[in-house]
Protein backbone atom coordinates (compact mmCIF):
# COMPACT_ATOMS: atom_id res chain seq x y z
CA UNK A 1 0.00 0.00 0.00
CA UNK A 2 0.88 3.22 -0.63
CA UNK A 3 1.79 5.96 1.27
CA UNK A 4 -0.80 8.29 2.18
CA UNK A 5 -0.15 11.67 1.54
CA UNK A 6 -2.33 15.08 2.34
CA UNK A 7 -5.48 15.26 -0.12
CA UNK A 8 -4.83 17.64 -2.91
CA UNK A 9 -7.73 20.66 -2.20
CA UNK A 10 -10.15 21.91 -5.59
CA UNK A 11 -7.70 24.84 -6.58
CA UNK A 12 -4.38 22.78 -6.07
CA UNK A 13 -5.83 20.18 -8.52
CA UNK A 14 -6.96 23.04 -11.09
CA UNK A 15 -3.72 24.54 -10.44
CA UNK A 16 -2.25 21.28 -11.67
CA UNK A 17 -4.23 20.25 -15.04
CA UNK A 18 -3.26 24.00 -15.61
CA UNK A 19 0.42 23.67 -15.51
CA UNK A 20 0.49 20.01 -16.91
CA UNK A 21 -1.27 21.59 -19.80
CA UNK A 22 1.40 23.89 -19.99
CA UNK A 23 3.91 21.42 -20.46
CA UNK A 24 5.32 21.88 -16.96
CA UNK A 25 7.18 18.54 -15.77
CA UNK A 26 5.43 16.58 -12.84
CA UNK A 27 8.60 17.19 -10.79
CA UNK A 28 8.45 21.15 -11.53
CA UNK A 29 4.43 20.58 -11.03
CA UNK A 30 4.90 19.42 -7.62
CA UNK A 31 7.08 22.22 -6.39
CA UNK A 32 4.93 24.44 -6.91
CA UNK A 33 1.85 22.95 -5.17
CA UNK A 34 3.26 20.60 -2.41
CA UNK A 35 2.83 23.42 0.14
CA UNK A 36 0.17 23.70 1.80
CA UNK A 37 -0.83 26.66 3.83
CA UNK A 38 0.42 25.83 6.83
CA UNK A 39 3.42 24.89 5.64
CA UNK A 40 4.05 28.08 3.84
CA UNK A 41 3.02 30.03 7.31
CA UNK A 42 5.76 27.70 8.76
CA UNK A 43 8.42 29.08 6.74
CA UNK A 44 7.57 32.81 7.47
CA UNK A 45 7.46 32.01 10.84
CA UNK A 46 11.19 30.61 10.72
CA UNK A 47 12.36 33.81 8.72
CA UNK A 48 10.55 35.87 11.46
CA UNK A 49 12.41 34.53 13.78
CA UNK A 50 16.04 34.14 12.12
CA UNK A 51 15.90 35.99 9.21
CA UNK A 52 19.79 34.77 8.84
CA UNK A 53 18.39 31.34 8.15
CA UNK A 54 19.37 29.50 4.82
CA UNK A 55 16.27 27.96 2.68
CA UNK A 56 17.93 24.90 2.75
CA UNK A 57 17.96 24.91 6.79
CA UNK A 58 13.98 25.83 6.57
CA UNK A 59 13.89 22.72 3.73
CA UNK A 60 15.52 20.47 5.91
CA UNK A 61 12.76 20.99 8.96
CA UNK A 62 9.84 20.58 6.48
CA UNK A 63 10.93 17.39 5.77
CA UNK A 64 11.27 16.63 9.68
CA UNK A 65 8.04 17.29 9.70
CA UNK A 66 6.65 15.37 6.65
CA UNK A 67 6.88 17.57 4.17
CA UNK A 68 9.63 16.90 1.27
CA UNK A 69 9.84 20.36 -0.61
CA UNK A 70 12.95 21.79 -3.02
CA UNK A 71 15.14 23.89 -1.56
CA UNK A 72 13.94 26.14 -4.70
CA UNK A 73 10.56 25.87 -3.21
CA UNK A 74 11.36 26.97 -0.26
CA UNK A 75 12.62 30.03 -1.85
CA UNK A 76 10.17 30.64 -3.60
CA UNK A 77 7.32 31.08 -1.40
CA UNK A 78 9.57 33.41 1.05
CA UNK A 79 9.49 35.63 -2.16
CA UNK A 80 5.56 34.91 -3.00
CA UNK A 81 5.74 36.47 0.64
CA UNK A 82 7.51 39.89 0.02
CA UNK A 83 10.90 38.20 1.36
CA UNK A 84 13.99 38.97 -0.18
CA UNK A 85 17.27 37.79 0.18
CA UNK A 86 19.43 40.45 1.20
CA UNK A 87 22.82 41.82 2.65
CA UNK A 88 22.57 42.71 5.95
CA UNK A 89 23.23 46.23 7.15
CA UNK A 90 25.81 46.89 9.31
CA UNK A 91 24.56 49.22 12.34
CA UNK A 92 26.02 49.86 15.64
CA UNK A 93 24.96 47.77 18.43
CA UNK A 94 23.20 49.42 21.42
CA UNK A 95 22.33 48.11 25.11
CA UNK A 96 19.52 48.27 27.15
CA UNK A 97 20.80 50.75 29.56
CA UNK A 98 21.65 53.10 26.39
CA UNK A 99 18.92 52.99 24.57
CA UNK A 100 16.93 54.33 27.40
CA UNK A 101 19.64 56.94 27.21
CA UNK A 102 19.14 57.65 23.83
CA UNK A 103 15.16 57.78 24.20
CA UNK A 104 15.46 60.32 27.04
CA UNK A 105 18.19 62.59 25.39
CA UNK A 106 15.77 62.64 22.20
CA UNK A 107 12.58 63.44 24.40
CA UNK A 108 14.73 66.02 25.89
CA UNK A 109 15.43 67.95 22.57
CA UNK A 110 12.80 67.26 20.35
CA UNK A 111 12.07 71.07 20.43
CA UNK A 112 15.34 72.72 20.93
CA UNK A 113 15.59 75.38 18.25
CA UNK A 114 17.96 74.66 15.24
CA UNK A 115 20.05 77.88 16.37
CA UNK A 116 21.19 75.76 19.11
CA UNK A 117 22.66 73.29 16.58
CA UNK A 118 23.91 75.79 13.85
CA UNK A 119 26.40 76.70 16.78
CA UNK A 120 27.20 73.46 17.92
CA UNK A 121 30.61 72.08 17.38
CA UNK A 122 30.56 68.62 16.72
CA UNK A 123 33.45 66.39 17.67
CA UNK A 124 34.21 62.93 17.58
CA UNK A 125 37.17 60.06 16.64
CA UNK A 126 37.19 57.61 14.20
CA UNK A 127 39.87 54.59 12.69
CA UNK A 128 40.97 54.06 9.52
CA UNK A 129 42.37 51.27 7.65
CA UNK A 130 45.43 51.34 5.30
CA UNK A 131 43.53 48.57 3.30
CA UNK A 132 39.65 48.41 3.02
CA UNK A 133 37.72 45.64 4.35
CA UNK A 134 34.39 44.39 3.57
CA UNK A 135 31.93 41.47 4.67
CA UNK A 136 28.40 40.65 4.26
CA UNK A 137 25.94 37.77 5.78
CA UNK A 138 22.52 37.38 3.80
CA UNK A 139 19.59 37.52 5.52
CA UNK A 140 16.16 37.53 4.25
CA UNK A 141 13.37 40.41 4.90
CA UNK A 142 10.85 42.53 3.48
CA UNK A 143 11.05 45.73 2.03
CA UNK A 144 11.66 49.03 4.19
CA UNK A 145 12.77 46.02 7.30
CA UNK A 146 16.37 46.73 6.77
CA UNK A 147 16.41 48.42 10.18
CA UNK A 148 14.56 45.89 12.11
CA UNK A 149 17.15 44.75 14.76
CA UNK A 150 17.46 41.00 13.75
CA UNK A 151 18.03 42.20 10.23
CA UNK A 152 21.16 44.32 11.60
CA UNK A 153 24.97 43.09 11.68
CA UNK A 154 25.92 44.36 15.44
CA UNK A 155 29.06 46.73 14.93
CA UNK A 156 31.73 48.33 17.79
CA UNK A 157 33.45 51.35 17.06
CA UNK A 158 37.09 51.41 15.66
CA UNK A 159 37.07 47.51 14.89
CA UNK A 160 40.83 47.47 13.62
CA UNK A 161 42.11 50.00 11.17
CA UNK A 162 45.55 52.01 11.30
CA UNK A 163 45.13 55.53 11.32
CA UNK A 164 42.76 56.85 14.18
CA UNK A 165 41.96 60.88 13.92
CA UNK A 166 39.97 63.24 15.92
CA UNK A 167 37.96 65.57 14.14
CA UNK A 168 35.07 68.23 14.18
CA UNK A 169 32.53 70.31 12.22
CA UNK A 170 29.59 72.71 12.05
CA UNK A 171 27.46 74.48 10.20
CA UNK A 172 29.97 76.27 9.14
CA UNK A 173 31.99 73.93 7.54
CA UNK A 174 35.06 71.64 9.22
CA UNK A 175 37.49 72.47 12.08
CA UNK A 176 40.95 71.07 12.40
CA UNK A 177 41.86 67.17 11.80
CA UNK A 178 43.88 65.86 14.10
CA UNK A 179 45.94 62.54 14.00
CA UNK A 180 46.22 60.45 17.30
CA UNK A 181 49.32 58.81 18.16
CA UNK A 182 49.08 55.67 20.56
CA UNK A 183 46.35 55.00 22.78
CA UNK A 184 44.09 57.86 23.96
CA UNK A 185 43.01 58.43 27.48
CA UNK A 186 41.79 61.51 29.12
CA UNK A 187 44.98 63.53 29.09
CA UNK A 188 45.64 62.84 25.54
CA UNK A 189 42.33 63.79 25.03
CA UNK A 190 42.46 67.37 26.79
CA UNK A 191 46.01 68.02 24.63
CA UNK A 192 44.10 67.07 21.82
CA UNK A 193 41.27 69.74 22.81
CA UNK A 194 43.34 72.45 23.65
CA UNK A 195 45.18 72.14 20.52
CA UNK A 196 42.30 71.87 18.45
CA UNK A 197 39.07 73.36 20.04
CA UNK A 198 39.72 76.82 20.01
CA UNK A 199 41.73 77.12 16.69
CA UNK A 200 38.71 75.11 15.15
CA UNK A 201 35.66 77.42 16.55
CA UNK A 202 37.58 80.55 15.07
CA UNK A 203 38.57 78.75 11.86
CA UNK A 204 34.61 78.24 11.41
CA UNK A 205 33.87 81.67 12.20
CA UNK A 206 32.12 80.52 15.46
CA UNK A 207 33.89 82.69 18.03
CA UNK A 208 33.61 81.95 21.81
CA UNK A 209 29.94 81.43 21.44
CA UNK A 210 29.89 78.02 20.36
CA UNK A 211 28.48 75.25 22.06
CA UNK A 212 30.84 72.09 22.50
CA UNK A 213 29.67 68.60 21.63
CA UNK A 214 30.64 64.98 22.38
CA UNK A 215 29.28 61.61 23.64
CA UNK A 216 30.08 60.08 27.15
CA UNK A 217 33.39 58.03 26.32
CA UNK A 218 35.07 57.90 29.65
CA UNK A 219 37.63 59.90 28.68
CA UNK A 220 35.36 62.70 27.52
CA UNK A 221 33.95 61.85 31.34
CA UNK A 222 37.16 62.00 33.38
CA UNK A 223 37.40 65.14 36.20
CA UNK A 224 40.39 66.34 34.88
CA UNK A 225 38.04 66.82 31.27
CA UNK A 226 35.33 67.91 32.83
CA UNK A 227 37.65 70.43 35.03
CA UNK A 228 38.97 71.61 31.80
CA UNK A 229 35.85 72.26 29.55
CA UNK A 230 34.22 73.59 32.61
CA UNK A 231 37.10 76.94 31.65
CA UNK A 232 37.12 76.45 27.84
CA UNK A 233 34.06 75.01 26.46
CA UNK A 234 31.17 75.71 29.18
CA UNK A 235 28.24 75.26 26.87
CA UNK A 236 27.70 71.80 25.97
CA UNK A 237 25.40 69.53 24.03
CA UNK A 238 26.32 65.82 25.95
CA UNK A 239 25.10 62.99 23.80
CA UNK A 240 24.29 59.98 24.96
CA UNK A 241 26.52 56.67 24.54
CA UNK A 242 26.15 54.58 20.96
CA UNK A 243 24.50 57.25 19.27
CA UNK A 244 26.28 58.14 15.64
CA UNK A 245 23.26 58.49 14.56
CA UNK A 246 22.97 61.70 16.86
CA UNK A 247 26.52 63.25 15.21
CA UNK A 248 26.42 64.46 12.27
CA UNK A 249 30.03 63.99 11.52
CA UNK A 250 29.74 60.31 11.09
CA UNK A 251 28.29 61.46 7.39
CA UNK A 252 31.78 63.43 7.32
CA UNK A 253 33.83 60.06 8.25
CA UNK A 254 32.07 58.04 5.87
CA UNK A 255 32.41 60.95 3.17
CA UNK A 256 35.59 60.90 3.56
CA UNK A 257 36.36 57.29 3.34
CA UNK A 258 34.55 57.25 0.07
CA UNK A 259 37.13 60.11 -1.26
CA UNK A 260 40.17 58.48 -0.10
CA UNK A 261 39.33 55.21 -1.72
CA UNK A 262 39.20 56.74 -5.19
CA UNK A 263 42.99 57.46 -4.32
CA UNK A 264 45.76 54.51 -4.59
CA UNK A 265 46.63 53.99 -0.95
CA UNK A 266 49.44 52.21 0.13
CA UNK A 267 50.74 52.72 3.29
CA UNK A 268 50.13 55.30 6.29
CA UNK A 269 51.88 58.29 5.53
CA UNK A 270 49.60 58.60 2.40
CA UNK A 271 46.49 57.28 4.31
CA UNK A 272 47.23 60.82 6.62
CA UNK A 273 47.93 62.75 3.29
CA UNK A 274 44.87 61.79 1.52
CA UNK A 275 42.29 62.40 5.01
CA UNK A 276 44.23 65.48 5.28
CA UNK A 277 43.57 66.79 1.79
CA UNK A 278 39.79 65.19 1.28
CA UNK A 279 38.78 66.76 4.62
CA UNK A 280 39.76 70.52 3.50
CA UNK A 281 37.89 69.50 0.55
CA UNK A 282 34.16 69.13 1.97
CA UNK A 283 32.03 71.93 1.36
CA UNK A 284 30.80 74.16 4.43
CA UNK A 285 27.20 73.49 2.63
CA UNK A 286 27.53 70.05 3.13
CA UNK A 287 28.41 70.38 6.45
CA UNK A 288 25.17 73.10 6.97
CA UNK A 289 22.71 70.05 5.43
CA UNK A 290 24.10 67.60 8.03
CA UNK A 291 23.48 69.92 10.91
CA UNK A 292 20.30 70.90 9.46
CA UNK A 293 18.89 67.07 9.59
CA UNK A 294 19.40 67.23 13.78
CA UNK A 295 15.64 67.51 14.01
CA UNK A 296 14.94 64.60 12.26
CA UNK A 297 17.26 62.79 13.63
CA UNK A 298 15.81 63.09 17.05
CA UNK A 299 12.30 62.12 16.01
CA UNK A 300 13.93 58.72 14.36
CA UNK A 301 15.52 57.72 17.22
CA UNK A 302 11.88 58.90 19.32
CA UNK A 303 9.90 56.50 16.73
CA UNK A 304 12.35 53.57 16.98
CA UNK A 305 12.04 53.75 20.88
CA UNK A 306 15.96 53.81 21.12
CA UNK A 307 17.32 51.38 18.70
CA UNK A 308 19.46 52.49 15.69
CA UNK A 309 17.60 55.00 12.76
CA UNK A 310 18.52 55.28 9.36
CA UNK A 311 21.00 57.96 10.17
Given at each position: ?14 L??K???E????R ?12 K ?21 L ?9 A???K???D ?13 V???N???R ?8 NT?Q????K ?14 D???M ?9 K???L??T ?17 G??N ?13 I ?5 N ?11 E ?7 N ?6 R ?7 Y?A????ETP ?5 L????H?W??L??E????H ?19 P ?6 VA ?19
Open positions: MGRKGKETSEAERKIILHNCWSLRIAANVALSDTDRFIEREVKKNPRIGAPKIAAESERGTTVSVTVRTLRANYHGRRARKKFWSKVREKLKFAQEHQDGVFDTIFTDESKYNVFGSGSIVWRQPNAELPKNIPVKHEGGSVMVWGCMSSKVGLHFVEGIMDHMMYDILKKLRASAEKMGLGDFIFQQDDPKHTANTKHWLLNPKRLPQSPDNPIELHKEVVRKRISNKNDLKKALSEEWEKIPSYCAELSMPRRIRAVIEAKGYPTKY
